[in-house]
């Protein structure tokens, strides 16, 4: 902590409840007054714009109403505001804002008042560009040399580098490597554009390598671009400095030398122009924001570093000169020249509060109060901590003490869905291809204990089942009152949702302000989704599920899909989605199994689900702990590659694969749950990793990037020996030619869990063991795996090690009553 407070000389708290960040903080003659006085722009993501000349009688004042030159609402968030020459026939400065969608160019004007209302500000638009990329940020400078003006580079969330020459638009180019955008700024010396990229390297790119490399108006694959016209865009320089960064700013000693400063996560990096580094300072907390400028010593420069612990810290060089405290933490500061003051530091908040002050030497001192001198009764003492034992102890013994974090819990949430469907369908703008979508109503009860304002309750069904009504707000809940809302449940989309349970989450406040949230879940009927149907004679997919009980009744279990058996086929029942497809499960006379079979393969799921479900709500019923289900055979990955080459071969014939992904999603999802569940007991704390790698399956462009996370984990947790640890991954992420080293990455990774692998670095590979399989399978020699893949086709068979069964038959004549294994 510093001795010393930064002295206000002048703040105020922008608006109520906007958001603020690096880029809406500009300080500079933005009216072109020629008196040498700065104006404060600031913008904010809710759409304001506000220009401020601070004029404080004193030291200390608050923000008075002449102080607020100009304040309009742009409608749009600002994401950025910068002063420069970019009006075209004139060296005067105009004000750029950047929209995410429209760069607007505005003169800013004042006229002198007659009457006591003071002058009058206001703002021209001179011309705007809409943007057909997403903007991020921008900078500006004397691209390509120009002399009397100001062009400006924006930067697309994309990767794209828009650049215009003030009125009109000039060309765009891609970055190449590009993941996510960083910090911008342009160099005058070296006519060069400086940016961080998500690799952690800080890049150099000239003007002219960009203007005269490929147009990237339409961005092209890297093979389209080899054969296009132009020349490669190629970096200039590189340097890893090994974290990400939060901004980069160049600063000019004189027209010979020029440095780069870039602000890390935990360092600040001072560069010379051609990349090498001239020095950097590893900072003790971490940093917020911060701005470099020329020293008055000569050949050095001083750096203002803002960090999350309140304070500004100054630095020459790499030595600390002073530190002080400010009463918020900044994300932007400028230093500019307000009322004949020069060196007026100018700090912003994330929530608004905008500061001018100054480094004075005024101590802020505590005084610690007099205390009461008198001596300590030590045996008074002993006596008030008994008694407050006691207290405690007697309160933990007392019948029906809740524990506090259930005490404090001030509301309750329970939904119910009623047994029966709604008499009239509430399905509206529903895609399903059934003559009738049914649907089924879900009532939720809300009561809170205390007095809650403005409490939210949001409802959440899994896709495509959608609800008439998924948001409610109340703007009043009375204690021990009791209210209830209703809404319907549909099928909404033309395939199956992955789950029937749904979710109601009520988020409120306290008083003291922490927010807190409350939720239930319910479980949607079978029957909103399903219809009893005769059983199916052809079925190419066949799932056994293992019991340690007698065989229940199958129309016991499924009362509501009864009135089409006939009574010496109790245990075999049909199902028809409402979708088109069907599944029938039976259940075998003389041994414990049941068996679910379809066309389709992921159609398998809801149903076994559902089964599942209903034998364990059965023998919980009748006080049976100890049953249990089981099922063994191969991990279905013949099924999942299958979808990954169509994936893969829609990808490259460049059409939409949303569609197929969407009447297909159930089939992830199976999968999905089939391998966690067979490798959760390996992985508890990296599981995620798994779960992410199988939900890239939903997205457009995945096969490479799975592919370095596989080969990844194969390189390091899941190694063998020291020579994969030694093999080195490709940096750039190309589309491949085909499958195939991907299906095999895959595989391995399965195999390499199945033996007892984990996906964790502090996991010893040669101490890994071996495990014995559930379900009596055997594991199959890794060797053999990997030959495998590599000398038969990526369609062959795949190791089997897991817990799912899958067989592909031929259609049989019809089910029968008892089937054998």
């Not at 809406?24 to 006085?37: F, K």
């Not at 001030?410 to 291809?433: I, R």
């Not at 996370?709 to 947790?717: D, G, M, P, Y």
């Amino acid at each position: 902590m510093s001795l010393f407070k930064a002295r206000d000389w002048w703040s105020t708290v922008l608006g109520e409840q906007e958001e603020f960040d690096q880029g809406c903080l500009c300080v500079a003659d933005v009216d072109n007054s020629g008196n040498g006085q700065d104006k404060i722009v600031v913008g904010s993501y809710t759409g304001y714009l506000r220009i401020f000349s601070p004029h404080p009688v004193k030291a200390g004042d608050g923000a008075h109403a002449e102080d607020l030159l100009l304040e309009v609402h742009l409608r749009d968030p600002v994401l950025q505001v910068e002063v420069g020459k970019f009006v075209s026939g004139t060296e005067l400065l105009h004000l750029a804002v950047l929209h995410a969608r429209k760069l607007c160019v505005y003169s800013v004007s004042g006229t002198l008042g007659n009457v006591e209302h003071g002058n009058q500000y206001q703002i021209k638009l001179m011309y705007e560009h809409n943007l057909q990329r997403i903007a991020c940020n921008m900078t500006y400078g004397s691209f390509g040399g120009v002399k009397g003006r100001d062009l400006i580079c924006i930067q697309s969330m994309d990767g794209m580098l828009m650049l215009f020459e003030q009125e009109s638009y000039a060309f765009g180019r891609f970055l190449p490597g590009f993941l996510l955008p960083g910090p911008l700024t342009y160099s005058s010396r070296t006519d060069s554009f400086i940016t961080v990229s998500s690799c952690r390297h800080v890049e150099s790119y000239k003007y002219q390598v960009l203007a005269f490399a490929t147009d990237a108006d339409k961005r092209q694959d890297s093979e389209q671009q080899k054969l296009g016209s132009g020349k490669r865009l190629v970096v200039d320089w590189t340097l890893n400095i090994g974290e990400q960064a939060l901004d980069i700013c160049i600063v000019s000693f004189n027209q010979s030398s020029s440095s780069v400063f870039v602000l890390g996560e935990r360092n600040f990096f001072c560069l010379k122009d051609n990349g090498q580094i001239r020095f950097m300072k590893k900072l003790d907390c971490s940093p917020s924001c911060f701005l470099p400028y020329c020293s008055v010593s000569e050949g050095s420069i001083n750096t203002l570093v803002g960090n999350h612990n309140n304070m500004l810290h100054i630095y020459q060089d790499v030595t600390l000169k002073w530190a002080t405290q400010l009463p918020h933490v900044p994300v932007a500061v400028k230093v500019g020249s307000l009322q004949d003051l020069k060196g007026v530091i100018v700090t912003l908040s994330d929530q608004g509060h905008l500061q001018c002050s100054y480094l004075g030497t005024d101590p802020s001192l505590f005084q610690a109060p007099k205390v009461d001198s008198r001596e300590v009764n030590y045996e008074e003492l002993d006596v008030e901590m008994k008694d407050l034992q006691k207290i405690i102890r007697d309160v933990n013994k007392a019948p029906g003490s809740l524990p506090l974090t259930e005490a404090e819990d001030h509301l309750s949430v329970v939904a119910t869905v009623c047994p029966n469907l709604d008499n009239v369908s509430q399905a509206t703008s529903y895609e399903v291809g059934a003559e009738a979508v049914p649907s089924v109503t879900v009532k939720v009860m809300i009561q809170s204990r205390i007095a809650l304002q403005k409490t939210k309750l949001s409802v959440y069904v899994e896709p495509p089942l959608a609800s008439t009504c998924d948001h409610f707000i109340f703007d009043a809940l009375e204690p021990e009152m009791m209210k209830t809302v209703s809404f319907s449940v549909f099928l909404k989309g033309n395939y199956l949702p992955s789950e029937l349970e749904g979710t109601a989450v009520a988020s409120y406040s306290m008083s003291t302000g922490i927010p807190r949230v409350v939720q239930c879940t319910f479980r949607l009927p079978l029957k909103l989704i399903c219809l009893a149907h005769q059983p199916s004679k052809m079925a190419s997919h066949k799932l056994t599920i293992d019991t340690n009980k007698p065989p229940i009744s199958l129309v016991m279990l499924f009362p509501g899909f009864a009135n089409q058996v006939d009574d010496d086929q109790v245990n075999v029942l049909g199902f028809r989605f409402i979708t088109g497809s069907r599944v029938t499960v039976l259940a075998s006379k003389t041994s414990q199994r049941y068996r679910i079979q379809s066309e389709q393969f992921e159609d398998l799921w809801l149903i076994t689900k559902e089964l599942t479900l209903r034998l364990q709500d059965h023998f919980d019923k009748q006080s049976i702990k100890d049953f249990t289900c089981s099922f063994s055979g191969c991990v279905p990955l013949q099924e999942y590659f299958d979808l990954i080459d169509q994936h893969f071969e829609l990808r490259l014939n460049g059409e939409k694969v949303e569609e197929l992904l969407s009447e297909r999603a159930i089939q992830f999802r199976a999968i999905e749950r089939r391998l966690l569940t067979r490798f959760k007991d390996k992985t508890p704390a990296p599981l995620q990793h798994l779960d992410t790698l199988l939900d890239g399956t939903y997205k457009q462009g995945w096969e490479e990037t799975v592919d370095a996370a596989v080969a990844h984990l194969l390189k390091t947790c899941l190694s063998k020996s020291p020579k994969e640890q030694a093999l080195n991954l490709s940096s750039q992420l190309t589309i491949p030619k085909d499958t195939s080293r991907l299906k095999k990455h895959i595989t391995l990774l399965c195999d390499r869990l199945a033996k007892g692998g984990r996906l964790c670095l502090s996991t010893d590979a040669a101490a890994q063991q071996t495990i014995v399989m559930p379900g009596g399978c055997a594991t199959i020699p890794e060797q053999d795996a990997e030959e495998r893949v590599t000398e038969q086709d990526p369609g062959g068979v795949f190791p089997a090690s897991g817990h799912l069964a899958i067989q592909t038959l031929k259609p049989e004549s019809a089910p029968t009553a008892g089937f054998q294994e």
